[in-house]
């Protein structure tokens, strides 16, 4: 059974910084690609980074630069997605999934967790 878990969303005000965990279950870490992605309301799924198994990150969507980074902890199973200088517009939910490839959706999907950017 795979499982894809996200956490650490939440309210945060604009400028600050969040970190959200995704826990994988199921599949080895250390042999996957795992990608952050993120769909806020009557938009498209933007695929936000990626990170394959010798941490080098696939991806990097140009709204994330300078702000968001990707990180992984094989032996927790754990993909991070550090957000810093967080703007409204980033408000959206927020899903790890794998296999992060280029030219498809990814396999397994998390069930999402909300970041909501607001004063």
């Known amino acids: 059974q795979v499982q894809l878990v996200e956490s650490g969303g939440g309210l945060v005000q604009p400028g600050g910084s969040l970190r959200l965990s995704c826990t994988v279950s199921?599949?080895?870490?250390?042999?996957?690609?795992i990608g952050w992605f993120r769909q806020a309301p009557g938009k498209e799924r933007e695929k936000l980074l990626c990170i394959k198994n010798d941490d080098a990150p696939t991806y990097q969507a140009n709204s994330t630069k300078g702000r968001f980074t990707i990180s992984r902890d094989n032996a927790k199973s754990t993909v991070y997605l550090q957000m810093n200088n967080v703007k409204p517009d980033d408000t959206a939910e927020y899903y790890c999934?794998?296999?992060?490839?280029?030219?498809?959706?990814?396999?397994?999907w998390g069930q999402g967790t909300q970041v909501t950017v607001s004063s």
């Open positions: 999934a794998a296999d992060c490839q280029a030219g498809r959706a990814p396999f397994y």
């Open positions: 199921g599949l080895p870490l250390d042999l996957w690609a």
